[in-house]
Each structure stands twice: as structure tokens, then as C-alpha cells.
């Protein structure tokens, strides 16, 4: 009876809402992982050197659990902006009109995860949406652009047939400042949606997306091929990409979204599931997909002849496009994710498609961050540069 009474009062104690720090092996015989703090219905784990969160509710919930579990980074990631935005020389109200345009035509979902957010994170919400556009100001401040490449192979370049695919997110060394703040978070919303695992800096605008029916969506940059026109009154494409994750179980549902959402400046998608991959090569005025048997691959420029280009591409893009589709050739019918994962430690320099602190444009470049993921079982491996693969099962943290 003791124990009853004291149980009763520890309750009335520590709130609903308080995060509660939790053994080192807690929660790791269901998950590999180690379990650190829970927030509600979320809770974060370390996977080797990356934060994972893992988040259940509505939109708003899982907002507040974001923002309390991850609060610490948050803040910080917050005020490294703050002070490189003045130090450059750019006022709060133009840095918060970048974000406001970036997120103001978000579907409400997107919204309510932010706003939740801030109610306990400690930054408002219009701080909260600065760091959501962040990166891409400050990547902006240095005229700097993305880089990227892509490969997905299935049948019989791989060992049970089904897709196992890859992306590289290159950008300038001067991004390796967002480095500390690499998430792996997991979305379980409770209105019968999809589950969607993002990574990226936490709070920021994610740009490689897999969901709990095995779907997979990831970005290249295509201006030197689609061109730097811009048009008002869509929304960001890439913001796009969450609530598609949200909404599509199957490859015809995911095709038909991205097909029918116009892009407000060019981009190159790539889109996979458990059998097949597409990439989409899209302007604001036209958008193609292509389709190979097995193999597909994409870095910075369109593919597609029937562009008639009359700008010849980048070398260091055909070159990395050349390498990813050469060696799948070589490992053609063994390439399984650790396989992948050996293709893609291969450097530019070395016949492969990652740069590590290679010059490029003037500026020394790295493969920023990777991301190997195998649609049919869930099985992601991510790395950031300059640190270990880290491999992670998330059909178990869709299922919580």
C-alpha cells in the first residue's frame, strides 16, 4: 500500500508534459537504439553520434514534443543564425519576410507542427520559421547552391529485386556550421496518415523524406539546367515534400502528386518505392519524368533530350552521373544497402560521385550529408560528413 501511495505521488509530482530523462538502456531491446529523454508522446534516442526523435499525436503534439525534446538545439542553432544574418549585414525583418514567404502557403499540418514548436522550445513562432528556412538564407548569404546526386537500382542489379537507392546532399564547407544539429526525426500523426522520417538540421526545411509505406523523395539542384526563374504564388516545392509523404502509400499515388504540384523555380525529384524509382526533371512551366529498366540515376542537370539544352551541363555533374551508373554496372546484381554504401564512399576524385573538402566553384565542397535507404524493409543508413554511417531499422519507430 506504501508503494501504491508513493507512486500516486510521484505522479502528481512530474507533469504529463515534463521531459523525463531515462536510462541509457531504456527502450533499446525494441529499438537498437538508446533512449535518453521522453516529452509526452515523444522520445528522443541516440543512434551513435545522431539525435533521433521519435513523435506520436496530432500535428501540434508532436510539435511540442519536437520543441521540448530538442530544445537545447534549437536555441543554439537559432542564435548561430541570429548572429551570422547581422554579421551579414541583414535585418530581422528581411531575414523573417524570407521565412514568412517560404511557409506561408504551407498546408495547415505544417504549420501546426512549428507553432507547436514554439510553445515549447522557447522561440516564437516566428523565430520557429526562420530556422525552418535557415540553411537556405544562409547558403544564400555566401551565393552559394546545392549540389546533389541520386541512384536508385532494383531487378536484377540487386539481390531479391526490389530498390535500394541513395542521395548525396553536396553544399559548401561553409554549411559544416549546421553539422551539430544533424536530426533524424520520426513523424506518427494520429489522423491516419503515413508516418515520415526526415533528416536534416533540426527545425530545418527537410529535404530527404521516407515514410512508413516504404516511399522515399529527395531534391537536386537544377538551375543551371531548368534556369533561376521564379514564380510567386506557388508554393516552395520542396516544402511540398512532407505533406506528400503524409498523403501517398503507393508509387502511383506519389507519381500523380508530384506530377500534378507545379514547381515554383527548377528542380530535379527523385522518388522511389519498394520496386521502382522515378526522377522528375521539372521547370515552372514543364515537368518530365523519366524512367529506366533497373537503374536511374541524377546529379545537376536534366537528363532528358527532348530539353534541347543549349547550355551543355556542368562537368563535375555528368561526371558524378557517369560514375553512380558505371558502378552499379560493376556490382550489378549484388547491391544491397551495405554494398550502396560502398558506392557511395567513393570521392568524385576517385571515379565516384562524393566530394569530401574537394574545391569546386571556388570553394571547397563535401558530400554534406547521405542517405541510403531500402523501401521494402524500412533499413536506413545516414551519414553526415566526417562522421560513421549510422544504420537504423525505422519500420519499428513508424509502428510506436
Known amino acids: 500500500m506504501k508503494l501504491l501511495y508513493l507512486l500516486i505521488a510521484l505522479a502528481l509530482v512530474v507533469p504529463a508534459t515534463a521531459i523525463v530523462l ?7 531491446a525494441d529499438t537498437g537504439l538508446k533512449q535518453v529523454a521522453t516529452f509526452g508522446n515523444g522520445t528522443r534516442y541516440e543512434a551513435g553520434s545522431y539525435p533521433v526523435v521519435v513523435l506520436s499525436g496530432t500535428y501540434r503534439e508532436m510539435g511540442r514534443q519536437y520543441g521540448a525534446l530538442m530544445k537545447d538545439e534549437l536555441q543554439a542553432e537559432y542564435e548561430m543564425l541570429r548572429s551570422h544574418f547581422t554579421a551579414s549585414g541583414y535585418t530581422e525583418t528581411e531575414v523573417g519576410e524570407f521565412a514568412r514567404e517560404a511557409t506561408v502557403l504551407q498546408a495547415k499540418r505544417m504549420k501546426e507542427i512549428r507553432a507547436g514548436i514554439a510553445e515549447t522550445s522557447g522561440l516564437t513562432v516566428e523565430e520557429v520559421d526562420v530556422l525552418y528556412e535557415g540553411p537556405i538564407v544562409y547558403l544564400v548569404t ?3 547552391k546545392a549540389g546533389c546526386s541520386f541512384v536508385a537500382v532494383w531487378g536484377n542489379y540487386t ?4 530498390v535500394v537507392l541513395s542521395r548525396n546532399y553536396d553544399l559548401p564547407d561553409v554549411f559544416s556550421v549546421f553539422h551539430p544539429y544533424y ?7 494520429t489522423d491516419g496518415s503515413n508516418g515520415v522520417a526526415t533528416f536534416g538540421p533540426a527545425g530545418a ?20 539546367s531548368g ?27 506519389l507519381d500523380a502528386g508530384i506530377m500534378t504540384t507545379r514547381a515554383d523555380c527548377a528542380w530535379i525529384v527523385n522518388a522511389a518505392g519498394p520496386d521502382r524509382a522515378y526522377s522528375y526533371e521539372e521547370t515552372v512551366y514543364d515537368i518530365k ?3 529506366e529498366p533497373g537503374v536511374i540515376a541524377a546529379a545537376n542537370h536534366f537528363v532528358d533530350p527532348s530539353w534541347r539544352l543549349a547550355v551543355p551541363p556542368a562537368e563535375h555533374s555528368t561526371t558524378r552521373y557517369d560514375n553512380l551508373l558505371r558502378l552499379a554496372e560493376e556490382s550489378k546484381g549484388s547491391i544491397d544497402g551495405e554494398r550502396m554504401v560502398e558506392i557511395r564512399d567513393v570521392l568524385l576524385q576517385d571515379g565516384g560521385a562524393t566530394f569530401r573538402h574537394s574545391m569546386l566553384e571556388g570553394m571547397p565542397y563535401s558530400t554534406d550529408h547521405q542517405v541510403i535507404f531500402v523501401p521494402k524493409t524500412r533499413t536506413l543508413w545516414m551519414k553526415v560528413v566526417d562522421r560513421d554511417w549510422q544504420k537504423v531499422e525505422l519500420d519499428p519507430l513508424f509502428s510506436v
Request: charged content about 25%; overall charge negative; proline content about 6%.
Open 142 to 144: 555566401y551565393g552559394a
Open 289 to 291: 519524368r523519366r524512367e
Open 183 to 189: 536530426t533524424l526525426a520520426v513523424y506518427n500523426p
Open 205 to 224: 526545411r527537410p529535404e530527404t523524406l521516407m515514410n512508413s509505406a516504404g516511399l522515399f523523395i529527395a531534391d537536386d539542384n537544377a538551375e543551371d
Open 227 to 253: 534556369g533561376a526563374l521564379q514564380i510567386a504564388g506557388r508554393p516552395d516545392l520542396i516544402g511540398e515534400f512532407f505533406r506528400l509523404m503524409l498523403d501517398y502509400s503507393d508509387m502511383e499515388g
Open 159 to 162: 539481390p531479391d529485386g526490389s
Open 22 to 28: 531515462t536510462s541509457e538502456n531504456a527502450g533499446a
